[in-house]
């Protein structure tokens, strides 16, 4: 964007972003300005305005008759009020464009646009999705003390002044959005029972019943949301989270402690919400025990209760839902004598909204920290899953089941060991990488050597930084010389790939298909049968009978196009089947159905969790972080030494290997008890590792671990103790065993 002199006034920047073949509006009033920038490359977008005119002359390439998307973005405007009649189209990205093009302009009179980057859906065996574009918005307005557009047509729209506090009152069923507008601000929350109040009764949130129910420091968007009050009833819940990060142990602020720091009279929040809630007949309090949204504290090891600034970023907000009438108050807290509020306090802002909205619930992810927010979204396969459990859990931005209702993980785990089970594994990140350069990026990004990969060959690999320790692990599908797909669970990957490629000057594209393919794994000794009745394929390409361990195929499920690899993640023979999320519930219900004979059932994260550790099977966080390297990791067979061409963290990984100080072992348990990720593993008074996954195995009658020890010690048949409680007070013996502890010689799989 255009530079502006050392003395001109401060700006403020809005950043949005409009998804992939989703149209977003926006606002610009005269002298704003705008950058729309193409993070992937090879993203076209359509721009609708308005009103004539309001770039000057030749601004922006028109857009040409009937482009795609062209409808979708008048319907947008249209909702805004705009007159269809005086639109006007341009084109502001060409198909060929490199990562990180930029089209600028500014706007010369108020308009109103939509922006939609173009493309359909991708069919899953090309690699056409169409990506996000970035839009920022450079105003000379205030740079500071802006909130964020409303989510909906507001009932109540309430300024919170710094250091000041504020009730009011909210409806059962309607919503409270809390907002820190400038960033790093807390905000404390109270809300009392409206109708007991009426009774000459008090019965307000209880942060100590709220941890005791939700076995949670906070509640959080999903299953255990609710804040409750001493009678343990329910007074609101968590919709929607942007920061992640609360108090819910400490008092809001009072005057006792800021006469204790050497500030005697300062502003407490204490003290503002007694005179904010006395027309309600609350009696005052010398401390209010509050939801501390914002508020960034620790509990650590030593009991220690620790805070610093906030989380929050400008705009970012709680979304909670009465759940009966209440008397609300909120605070923008004073404190200004430590980092609590950033050292300056800042407004706070609360919108309610009608009942009869309909927000979604999440959390939210951001890829970088200077990434927008992204709400936590349900798979296509969601309308399913939701219809046979409410155990719903947040996991790397996407609902997913922990297990299903009807008879539980147990149940699920036999089902895939004994049978046939089908899991919902669309969070898993799939990127497209295509070029000329394509192989060569990706032999530069991996560990595997991508020279022999055949084209409808898939491998398993690790991805490192340069010091040697794991990016994340993932599979590599050759779809043709020079285009791949590279599956993960990270988002990092996508911009990783493409600042490594901007680096090495190689002419690649990495462009991001994960809402483009979801996919669920259809794993179990049935599997094969189950999916060979349902999956034509062309007679170039390999049926599901024919397919061989780490190979894929095109074809179509009962009519749906989809991609089927012979991959994944439970150590028995399976498949990962590949669609549109537009056409995944067509996807399960004909598994399903073509299933229902062998006794098929669907498995959520709990089992899973089971049938991978007793496959020997790493999981990000647990085996594995930038920390730890493919070798520590058990993992080292994706390490081959005969990978001649230099990788990223090709020559850590030569020293390392040389030279291990960790391995990854089994452990067989001499115990019943629960063994659990982050237990300390020792030898007498030392500890000498950690164990990252254990699991009681079903099918073993025992409790198996996973644990990264000192080479030292890691000779099977040696002799250890898990340490509980403090470490040394209890122990728990265990053996280093090899592992996979189930089908060590992967016969199943292979079969």
Known sequence: MDARSPNSEPTRVTKLVARGGEPVVFELSAGDRC????????????????????????????????????????????????????????????????????????????????????????????????????????????AKGVAPAPLASPKLDLRIDAATASAYLVKAGDYIQIIDVDGRQCSDFLAFDAAALSQGEEFGLDPTVTRTLMATANPGPGLHSKYFDARLKPLVEIVRDTVGRHDAFLLACNSKYYEDMGYPGHDNCTDNFNRALQPYGIKPKAGWPAINFFYNTTVGADDKITMDEPWSRPGDYVLLRALTDLVCASSSCTDDIDPANGWSPTDIHVRVYDASENFSRGIAHRMTPDSEPRLTRESGFHPRTAALTRKFVEYRGFWLADCYSDEGPIAEYWACRERAAIMD?????????????????????????????????????????????MIDDGTVFRIGQDNFRWICGEDYCGVHLRELAARHGLKVWVKTATDQLHNVGVQGPKSREILDGIVATPPAEPTVAEL???????????????????????GELGYEVFCHPSRATEVWDAIMQAGEPHGIKPLGLLALDMVRIEAGLAFSGYEFCDQTDPFEAGIGFSVPKDKTDPYVGSEALKRRRETPSKKLVGLEVLSNEAIGHGDCVHVGRAQIGVVTSATRSPILGKTIALARLDVTYAELGTKLEIGKLDGQQKRIAATVVGFPHYDPTKSRVRA
């Open 548 to 570: 061989k361990w780490f190979r894929f195929t095109v074809g179509r499920l009962s009519g749906i196009p989809v991609v089927v690899s012979r991959t994944g993640y439970t």
């Open 35 to 142: 950058r729309i920038v193409d993070p992937e490359g090879q993203q076209a977008g359509l721009l609708l305005a308005s009103a004539e005119g309001a770039f000057g002359a030749a601004a922006l390439p028109p857009l040409a008759e009937g482009a795609e998307g062209h409808s979708a973005a008048v319907a947008a405007l249209a909702a805004r009020g705009a007159d269809p009649a005086r639109f006007e189209g341009f084109r502001i990205a060409s198909e060929d464009g490199a990562p990180g093009a930029a089209v600028d302009f500014e706007a010369k009179a108020p308009v109103t646009l939509a922006l939609i980057p173009e493309g359909g859906a991708m069919a899953p065996d090309e690699q056409t999705p169409p990506t996000d574009l970035k839009i920022e918005i450079e105003t000379s307005a205030p």
């Open 425 to 469: 594994l669309s969070p898993l990140r799939k990127f497209e990488v295509i070029g000329p350069d394509a192989e060569a990026l990706m032999q530069l990004a991996v560990t595997r050597d991508m020279k022999k990969l055949a084209v409808n060959q898939v491998v398993y690999t690790a991805m490192c930084y340069e010091h040697g320790g």
